[in-house]
């Protein structure tokens, strides 16, 4: 049994990658440039673009679960492929934003929303991993950081459940090789809540190094963000990061209640790439 892997490239596919090769587990790795990806020596490489559907026949070839990255356009066709080539389960990284009202229009939840309802559509039986925010969002601040400038936000006291890409890994694999995760939906968070401010004082702390926070308006974020993103997509992380402000994070399903091991924190992610936020 082969296990393809979309997204192998990032930091939780190539984690997922490792974890299933060391198990003995048959693994395909892809990624639309297959030319660069790093696996281990034995897992295989193939091209796949997600939407670009002439790419599916060839990579899904012989394989029986997939775990699989957002992407609406050609998932119709992706799923009609996987069906035809005997894929029997698919475990999709998705995203706590598709349980938020306006779900549908919204231009972030919308993605992996649109993926979540084709796939449940479809003859295939499905595992559905929603994380809420990832500890490696904060790398956003790192040329800031590492070039000593404030840290300008609109909400920092929005308050977030960051989640370790390697626990999110932990729960991939076991939702590809165990049993007790197949075919559920499932939202997933870290075990702490932490406001933007507060994970600033833990990078703080571990840099040794103090790091200015600078309170900006809404308007002035959004023009800021606006700049490196579509501006629909500003809008709708400012307007979640404003709700966030006003209520506690709320802590679900964790390594701790899925597998029984205690989840990676924040500080421990802060630690492992400390190095990232130094100056270049």
């Known amino acids: 049994m082969t296990i393809l892997i979309t997204g192998a490239r990032g930091r939780v596919g190539q984690a997922v990658i490792y974890r299933l090769h060391s198990a003995g587990i048959s693994?395909?790795?892809?990624?639309a440039n297959p030319a660069e990806l790093t696996v281990p020596a034995g897992v295989e490489v193939a091209e796949l673009g997600l939407n670009r559907p002439e790419t599916f026949e060839a990579v899904l070839r012989g394989v029986r679960q997939v775990f699989l990255y957002p992407e609406p356009d050609g998932i119709d066709a992706f799923i009609k492929t996987a069906e035809a080539a005997g894929v029997e389960h698919v475990v999709l990284l998705s995203s706590s934003s598709v349980l938020d009202p306006g779900a549908e229009t919204d231009p972030l939840a919308s993605h992996s929303l649109k993926?979540?309802?084709a796939l449940a559509s479809s003859d295939l039986t499905?595992?559905?991993?929603?994380?809420?925010?990832?500890?490696s969002n904060a790398l956003g601040w790192a040329y800031f950081i590492g070039q000593n400038l404030p840290i300008q936000l609109a909400y920092p006291d929005a308050d977030i459940t960051p989640i370790h890409s390697e626990d999110l890994a932990d729960i991939a694999v076991e939702a590809l090789s165990g049993g007790s995760l197949k075919g559920?939906?499932?939202?997933l968070t870290g075990a702490q809540s932490l406001t933007f401010r507060e994970q600033l004082a833990v990078l703080s702390e571990v840099l040794e190094r103090d790091i200015l926070v600078v309170k900006i308006t809404h308007a002035e974020a959004e023009q800021q963000m606006s700049q490196y993103m579509p501006a629909p997509m500003a809008a709708s992380l400012l307007a979640l990061w404003s709700a966030a402000?006003?209520?506690?994070?709320?802590?679900a399903d964790t390594t701790q209640t899925l597998l029984g091991k205690p989840a990676r924190s924040f500080q421990q992610w802060a630690r492992e790439?400390?190095?990232?936020f130094t100056q270049r």
Do not use: G, K
């Open 27 to 31: 693994v395909r790795a892809a990624s």
């Open 115 to 117: 993926v979540e309802q």
């Open 126 to 135: 499905c595992t559905f991993l929603r994380p809420d925010a990832f500890a």
């Open 184 to 187: 559920r939906s499932i939202t």
């Open 245 to 251: 402000s006003a209520r506690p994070a709320a802590i």
């Open 273 to 276: 790439n400390a190095a990232a």
